[in-house]
């Protein structure tokens, strides 16, 4: 019972575009959304964050899109640098309990 | 500030056997997490703490696994025996009280053959 869901496992961008990662839940009780990002060898690392009573959250490069409706969110990367290649994990949450983490999406930006 | 340390960083190990891993958080924090990484998934929770205490254990194979926060700060996960499904990246994280952003160590990753 996969609640929260990454789809693309891949995404390749060219350097200087856009980047868009989606992820879909199914649980209508999450209430905070991360995005977290992982390069090899590494832990995840905290990215950026919305709560349900947002719809945007902006931070530097980064917007996260939350549509509660569609119960969807989307990460933008804009401009994409070649130090945004790493794997991407959307996680939900429900009263700051424990994370529920999608499969992730490995970006690749390219020059 | 220090991040979250683990060791060890690799482990291989023969199914059957036994392995154990350590997890010091980020000084002050009082909830602590275990999380198993399969290869292609995303994390999934074995075990929640706070402070010393079991919040969430619901999801670790207790015939096997165990762990243990005995003094509210470092954490010990051991898994006994391991099997050959047991091999993963084993991350440790931790959480400053409620704010939902968790800090990750570097993991260990475990080979079982």
């Known amino acids: 019972d996969q609640q929260v869901k990454q789809n693309s496992p891949s995404l390749s961008v060219q350097e200087g575009r856009i980047s868009i990662l989606n992820c879909d839940y199914t649980?209508?009780?999450?209430?905070?959304f991360l995005w977290y990002k992982k390069y090899p060898a590494e832990g995840p690392t905290f990215l950026i964050s919305?709560?349900?009573?947002?719809d945007k959250n902006e931070d530097g490069r980064f917007t996260v899109f939350l549509n509660k409706s569609a119960k969807h969110l989307s990460l933008h990367i804009v401009p994409s640098q070649p130090g945004d290649s790493a794997v991407y994990f959307c996680?939900?949450?429900?009263?700051?309990?424990?994370?529920?983490f999608g499969t992730g999406t490995r970006l690749q930006v390219f020059p | 500030e220090a991040g979250v340390a683990q060791s060890p960083r690799y482990k291989i190990i023969e199914k059957r056997q036994s392995v154990a891993f350590w997890c010091n958080p980020i000084?002050?924090?009082?909830?602590l997490y275990w999380y198993q990484q399969i290869l292609g998934q995303g994390p999934k929770l074995l075990i929640q703490?706070?402070?010393?205490?079991?919040?969430?254990d619901s999801q670790l194979p207790k015939d096997r696994f165990s762990a243990e926060r005995l003094k509210g700060v470092d954490s010990t996960l051991k898994i006994q025996p391991a099997k050959l499904e047991d091999s993963a990246v084993y991350l440790c994280?931790?959480?400053?009280?409620?704010?939902?952003?968790?800090?990750f160590g570097p993991g260990t990753r475990l080979t079982v053959t």
């Open positions: 703490f706070q402070n010393n205490g079991v919040v969430d």
């Open positions: 649980n209508s009780m999450f209430d905070y």
């Open positions: 996680a939900a949450t429900i009263n700051t309990d424990k994370l529920i």
């Open positions: 994280a931790s959480e400053d009280r409620g704010l939902s952003e968790q800090y």
């Open positions: 000084s002050g924090h009082a909830t």
């Open positions: 919305i709560s349900s009573i947002k």
